[in-house]
């Protein structure tokens, strides 16, 4: 498991495309795609998500599902960090997925990466 996030939006920008993690932006404290063409703008070149994450507010939001192959798992803090670990667990020795792991602003997040 890596926690790829900081505290500096664009340092996490760099860290998740490091990992292979497409991104794209949205409006700052929206859930409302930046892009004309929203998650199919997503990328992992880095000299777009600096343009799009090193002098803006905006959020950072990743594509998932059969786009991607990404799918992220909310906690929100509800499981906590060993209820969280026991889930990658039993899923890891079940499924043999690679796990990203993300404590955000809001709570834990899980990256699983198809």
């Known amino acids: 498991m890596h926690n790829l ?3 500096n ?6 860290n998740l495309i490091e990992a292979g993690v497409p991104l794209f932006p949205c409006r700052p ?4 795609p ?8 997503a990328t992992t070149q880095k000299d777009r998500v600096s343009k ?3 002098h803006t507010d905006f959020n950072l939001a990743i594509p ?7 799918i992220i798992f909310d906690d929100y803090g509800i499981w906590g960090v060993d209820g969280i ?5 039993s899923i890891e020795i079940k499924y043999s997925k690679k796990f990203i792991f993300i404590k ?3 709570g834990q997040c899980i990256l699983i990466k198809k």
């Open 5 to 7: 996030y900081t505290n």
């Open 9 to 14: 939006i664009y340092e996490t920008a760099l």
């Open 29 to 32: 404290g929206l859930k409302t």
């Open 34 to 41: 930046a892009t004309t063409n929203g998650f199919h703008d």
């Open 52 to 54: 799009w994450f090193q």
């Open 64 to 70: 998932t599902g059969s786009v991607s192959g990404i």
């Open 85 to 89: 670990k026991k889930f990658i667990s």
């Open 104 to 106: 955000n602003y809001m």
